[in-house]
């Protein structure tokens, strides 16, 4: 099973300001079949990303991901009030495992 | 437009049984494989297992936490996805999510039910 570890576990950012999430498998994801996901309380997870880097459907430009192997990293670039929320990453090279998930929370 | 709508859910004792259901519209069943999902109250996610698609002749996969337990199965001239779950344990107290998974062997999640409330509790 691959497991994926994110960090940090809780991040504490003001709007405007930028973030960086991170995801580190412990083995290599093939195809960076590597997605992320947005979840606000009591609502489904909403897909970002997808193939490591391609924005999904209706997400703004300032959500991008990076990375291959066996890292990875979302950055928003200027964070909005709606964008405080928990993130996970997913791989679905080997079966489908998520990561722990970060928080995103309003310093 | 996709929808996915899950029910089913409640309150069973521990060694209990429950059927969740997930009913699709907006695409065509047959060609997706479809997915549960849950998550413990305040925890992260965690994939449950899948039902390939009609060309992968309806195969499943579960999690380890699972397996033996719960059988996923699908009725494509309803629509439907169903998770029966039996010998159900507290640590199965989650919220249950249908997701649509792609046409082949890797996909990402881009639709998802609003899930469903499991509570395994005496």
């Known amino acids: 099973e691959i497991v994926l570890t994110q960090s940090p576990g809780t991040l504490s950012l003001s709007p405007g300001e930028r973030a960086t999430l991170s995801c580190r498998a412990s083995?290599?994801?093939?195809?960076?079949?590597l997605a992320w996901y947005q979840q606000k309380p009591g609502q489904a997870p909403r897909l970002l990303i997808y193939?490591?880097?391609s924005r999904a459907t209706g997400i703004p430009d300032r959500f991008s991901g990076s990375g291959s192997g066996t890292d990875f990293t979302l950055t928003i670039s200027r964070l909005e009030p709606e964008d405080f929320a928990v993130y996970y990453c997913?791989?679905?090279?080997?079966?489908?495992?998520f990561g722990p998930g970060t928080r995103l929370e309003i310093k | 437009e996709v929808h996915l709508v899950e029910s089913g859910g409640g309150l069973v004792q521990p060694g209990g049984s429950l059927r969740l259901s997930c009913a699709a519209s907006?695409?065509?069943?047959?060609?997706?494989?479809m997915d549960w999902v849950r998550q413990a109250p305040g925890k992260g996610l965690e994939w449950v297992g899948r039902?390939?698609?009609?060309?992968?002749?309806?195969?499943?996969d579960y999690a380890a936490s699972v397996k033996g337990r719960f059988n996923i199965s699908r009725d494509d001239s309803k629509n439907s996805l169903y998770l029966q779950m039996n010998s159900l344990k507290t640590e199965d107290t989650a919220v249950y999510y249908c997701a649509r998974g792609g046409s082949g062997s890797y996909y990402s999640y881009r639709y998802w039910g609003q899930g469903t409330l499991v509570t395994v509790s005496s």
């Open positions: 997913q791989q679905y090279d080997t079966s489908i495992t």
């Open positions: 193939g490591a880097s």
């Open positions: 907006g695409f065509t069943f047959s060609d997706h494989y």
């Open positions: 039902s390939r698609n009609k060309a992968n002749s309806y195969t499943t």
């Open positions: 083995q290599s994801v093939s195809s960076s079949y």
